[in-house]
């Protein structure tokens, strides 16, 4: 009875450290004096530390707990800046994140904590001559991105697809309401949405200017099985000068940089 209350005893301290705690373990293995083996598996919230405790720590009688550990899982971490929120299919904008907007023009909006980079960035590319560079499509209300999502399934059902086929294809350029990087007022379309964008002059110098201002190309072509969305030569995001240059120099996209930041932050 004994042997049995002490194991008891061992499983609710388990439980305890899992409720409280962030690494992936395999497997939890207790022997018991009796040579009774029982096994917790698949615990998937417990830290290296707390992992410690245990091994060096907990021993009751001769009843003793042998954890295999294995990589840790990624964190559910909120990176407090502004710049680096990460809006796609899977993360839609945050109900608390709040938008400054700013006027470009008396159509054209952009967030008002970044359009000084903007209108900088602009002005650099018009001295360095490199051809005609305007932001076409800035802010966009979430009853705007639904309209154009829309408008666009409408375009492909009209080509003969299913509703089906024309979400999916829509999906791999528009994205939905709430989800696009245009609603959170940091993303910025150049010129005409056109893939011989990326033929200009213009397109050559963002790729080699526009980090000095806080821009990244968001969606390139070789991240496509990342962003899950197609290449847009067009399309920058507003990151700020320090995080545009370290994830050009890491070579990543916005999604690899912020869970390389919450690894590297946990």
């Known amino acids: 009875m004994k042997s049995f209350l002490r194991i008891i005893c061992v499983i609710i301290i388990c439980v305890a450290i899992f409720v409280f705690s962030g690494m992936r373990i395999k497997d939890i293995d207790i022997i018991t004096n009796e040579n009774t083996f029982f096994n917790v ?36 971490q909120q990176i407090n800046d502004w710049r680096l929120v990460l809006v796609n299919l899977e993360n839609p904008i945050p109900e608390n994140f709040q938008i400054e907007l700013a006027n470009i023009d008396s159509s054209r909006q952009f967030d008002a904590r970044a359009i000084d980079e903007l209108n900088a960035l602009l002005k650099a590319a018009k001295a360095a001559k490199v051809g005609d560079l305007w932001a076409q499509s800035t802010y966009r209300s979430a009853e705007k991105q639904e309209e154009i999502f829309n408008n666009k399934i409408n375009e ?13 294809l829509t999906r791999k350029y528009i994205n939905e309401s709430n989800t696009s990087e245009h609603n959170l007022g940091l993303a910025v379309d150049f010129n005409y949405i056109n893939r011989d964008f990326e033929k200009s002059k ?31 030569p067009w399309h920058w995001r507003y990151v700020g000068v320090e995080h545009a240059q370290k994830i050009n120099e890491l070579d990543m996209c916005l999604e690899e940089y912020v869970e390389f930041l919450e690894n590297n932050n946990s």
């Open 41 to 76: 598996a698949n615990n998937e919230n417990i830290s290296k530390e707390a992992i410690d405790n245990i091994n060096n720590n907990i021993v009751e009688g001769n009843s003793i707990i042998l954890l295999n550990v294995e990589n840790p899982i990624k964190t559910n």
């Open 156 to 168: 492909y059902m009209k080509m003969g697809k299913t509703r089906e086929e024309a979400e999916e």
């Open 202 to 232: 213009a397109f050559t110098w963002l790729n080699e200017n526009a980090e000095k201002y806080g821009f990244i190309l968001r969606y390139r072509k070789d991240k496509v099985d990342i962003t899950k969305v197609n290449y847009e």
